[in-house]
Structure formats: structure tokens, C-alpha cells
């Protein structure tokens, strides 16, 4: 599946790890199949307790989704906590928002001790209510933030004229968010790995997997054999790895940009921002001091064409200046891609009922890098059969307590 349409701005930044080619058939204790963020930062995590991993891509990793992602990450779903306590209950749904705030320092820490740089920011967001009529929902949605004690704060109409020069009629901002050039980090990642002897090879399409009672053979479109104890399916978007999740989740498209430099100083402190809109759009500063921006999701796989998407991000541009009228600068880049999201809003990251040594590391959703390194943490107790007390929220068939 195609997975973008347009001019990419990641590649810009381009700085690939020195990933292998596989020519021979190999045997390890963990194969990960998938390469991009999802893969990196479960086999990143696994490297460092010591494991014997192999990663394997059909492509190159980080040319796929996250050669698309904006890099705008927060603790918040898409789905408010107060809609997913209407949807799963109390626990379910304060339970995942805790286990995202674990995501988020998990990947501030680990942002900070690579020895690559990779455009992290911890920061924090506005979450504007761009009518009047949304306002009820908007502080239904921050008193249910603060009474369960997450970081958030309510900023009124003239504050955020006066300190932030945006226009919306309330926001909520919230902080243990953070900005990041996805790109740049799954090739740092990956560098890491490669460092510390996990073998990451790109080029290399698994077709199936033969799963025998102590072991897993991985065949290839080569023909060659990778044998593992353990397997991990963090393909992504585009492929059909673990079929019995489709039913539960939908691939759409979305289309972003990016500006030329900025010549003047941002809206307050360069926080990130996204609306309530249906369908909504969100911006933020790129580390070179351009606006990355998205939104103007649409249902089906299906990429446009070029107009298409000149049309639409022209749409998500007049929409942020009507947030931020001073807005001057050109778009330079513009694409569409495919995401993939969970009917319910919540990722899925778990151990196969059927086979223990088996896991699924799908975090679809717009906080997908969030997801991906909740997936490291939980992959990790899984494989050392400790219970995690919040994994019960992303496994599928969804389950309560």
C-alpha cells in the first residue's frame, strides 16, 4: 500500500542508519517485523534489557508512516478522557490516560540520553474551541483532566488574545507534550541498536510465519529463514500481519504542510495547537523555526492528487490563520497520508491469546509515537512475564476491570 502523495519534508532531514541486508538465514531470541517507530522503540527498549533481537523492514525504516507524521505528541487521545469514561468507565479510561503519561516520559527519556539529535521538545499544547457553542465541551473536557489530576489548565478568550495572539473562544493547555522530528528519531534509534550489535536489516519482506509449539520461522520474499522464540508484529499501517485486528480498526488519509521559516516571532511560547473541529487541525514549530501543520482527514485509503491536496492544506493554512491572523509565511511542502485508527480509540498493544510468545504492536490513533513507546514498556513486561496494571486497556478483544 501506498502509504504517501506529495512532497515530504522529513527526507529533507535525511540521516539513514547504516542498516544491513539479509543474505543468509539467522536465528535470534526476539524478531521484530517492522521497522518504524513502533518496531524502533520496542527493539530499542528490548536491546537495552539485554535481549538478542533482530529487526526486519521491507523497505527502509522511517520511510513509511513516519516519513509522514507531523511530530505533535501529547498525553491527550483523540479521544477525550471524558468520552472514554463514557465509552470504557472510570478505571478503563484513567488507567490509559496514566499508562500515556508513562509513554510520554518514557520517550522524553530516552530522547534525551540517544547520542543522536533528534528534534525533541517537551512542550505544551492549546486545545482551542473555535465556537462558542463548543465551549461546555470543552470545560466538561478539563474538569474531568483535573479531577483525575492530569496536567491541565484552562486559558480564557482574552488571554488568549493578549499572551498568545490566537483566536478561539477558550482552550485548554496542557503540559507533558512534546514535539519531536519522527524521522530523525526511528534512524536514531535504529543507529542504537545497530551500536549495540541488534541486527536491523532493511529490504526485507516477510511473507508469513510459520508458528511451530517452541518456535518461529519467518519466511521471506528471498527465501531465506529467520527463526526466533518470540515474535513482535509492529507493522503498521499498510499491512495484514495480525488480521484479526482489521476488524477493529479503519485506515483514512490526511494531508499536511510546511511553511518556509518564520521572519517573526510565533504565538506565545510556540506551543503546539489543535481544535475541535470535525475534521480538526493542529500546527506546531519545527526545530528550524517552520510550521508543521495537518488535519482535513478524510475516510478511505485512497491518496488524491496533487490539486487535491494544494486544495486542502490551502484549507488547513486559512483555518490557522484564522487562529493566528498575523501568519505570513508561504507553504513550502505539502502531502497526504494513509493512518490507520481504531474504531474505539484506543491502540492495540498486546500478547496473542493463543500463543504467549507472540505480540501485536499496532498504535493506530494520532498519538501513534505515544503509543509506540507505551508498546515499549508493555513489550517488555510481557516478555518477562511481569504484569503491567495498566496493559489490560490496549489489549484486543478490548477487556475491562
Not at 505570513?328 to 481504531?342: D, M, N, T
Request: charged content about 30%; overall charge negative; aromatic content about 12%.
Amino acid at each position: 500500500m501506498k502509504l504517501h502523495l506529495g512532497d515530504l519534508f522529513w527526507e529533507e532531514t535525511r540521516t539513514d542508519a547504516d542498516y544491513l541486508e539479509l543474505n543468509e538465514d539467522i536465528s535470534t531470541d526476539i524478531l521484530v517485523i517492522g521497522g518504524g517507530m513502533s518496531g524502533a522503540a520496542v527493539s530499542h527498549k528490548l536491546t537495552e534489557a539485554g535481549f538478542d533481537v533482530v529487526v526486519v523492514d521491507k523497505g527502509v525504516p522511517g520511510y513509511g508512516s513516519s516519513d509522514g507524521n507531523t511530530g505533535i505528541i501529547q498525553y491527550n487521545s483523540d479521544k477525550s478522557l471524558y468520552e472514554m469514561i463514557n465509552d470504557f468507565g472510570e478505571k478503563h479510561a484513567v488507567d490509559f490516560y496514566k499508562l500515556s503519561i508513562l509513554g510520554m516520559e518514557e520517550l522524553e527519556n530516552v530522547a534525551k540520553l540517544l547520542p543522536d539529535e533528534v528534534g525533541y521538545k517537551s512542550t505544551e499544547s492549546l486545545f482551542l474551541a473555535s465556537e462558542k457553542k463548543s465551549l461546555k465541551e470543552l470545560e466538561k473536557n478539563f474538569t474531568t483532566l483535573r479531577k483525575y489530576g492530569f496536567p491541565a489548565e484552562y486559558i480564557f478568550q482574552d488571554t488568549l488574545a493578549d499572551e498568545y495572539d490566537l483566536n478561539a473562544y477558550g482552550a485548554i493547555k496542557t503540559s507533558m507534550d512534546a514535539e519531536l522530528n519522527p524521522f530523525k528519531m526511528v534512524q536514531a534509534l535504529h543507529r542504537d541498536n545497530l551500536k549495540k550489535d541488534t541486527k536491523v536489516f532493511k529490504n526485507t519482506e516477510v511473507l508469513n510465519v510459520e508458528e511451530l509449539k517452541d518456535e518461529f520461522i519467518a519466511h521471506t520474499s528471498t527465501g531465506l529463514k529467520i527463526t526466533s522464540k518470540k515474535l513482535v508484529i509492529a507493522t503498521g499501517y499498510a499491512e495484514k500481519m495480525y488480521p484479526k485486528i482489521e476488524k477493529g480498526m479503519e485506515r483514512n488519509t490526511t494531508f499536511s504542510f510546511v511553511t518556509e521559516v518564520l521572519d517573526d516571532e510565533p504565538w506565545g511560547n510556540g506551543e503546539m495547537i489543535w481544535d475541535n473541529e470535525d475534521p480538526y487541525v493542529y500546527f506546531r514549530l519545527t526545530e528550524d523555526g517552520r510550521i508543521i501543520a495537518g488535519g482535513r482527514d478524510r475516510s478511505g485509503k485512497e491518496l488524491s492528487d496533487e490539486k487535491k491536496i494544494q486544495r486542502e492544506t490551502d484549507k488547513i493554512y486559512k483555518k490557522m490563520k484564522s487562529y493566528y491572523p498575523k501568519l505570513k509565511a508561504k507553504i513550502e511542502y505539502r502531502w497526504q497520508s494513509v493512518f490507520g485508527e481504531s474504531k474505539d480509540g484506543l491502540p492495540f498493544i498486546g500478547q496473542d491469546k493463543k500463543n504467549k510468545n507472540k505480540y501485536y504492536v499496532l498504535g493506530y490513533g494520532g498519538n501513534g509515537t505515544c503509543y509506540s513507546f507505551i508498546a515499549s514498556i508493555l513489550i517488555l513486561h510481557y516478555i518477562m512475564e511481569k504484569e503491567h496494571e495498566y496493559a489490560y486497556t490496549t489489549r484486543y478483544p478490548r477487556e475491562n476491570k
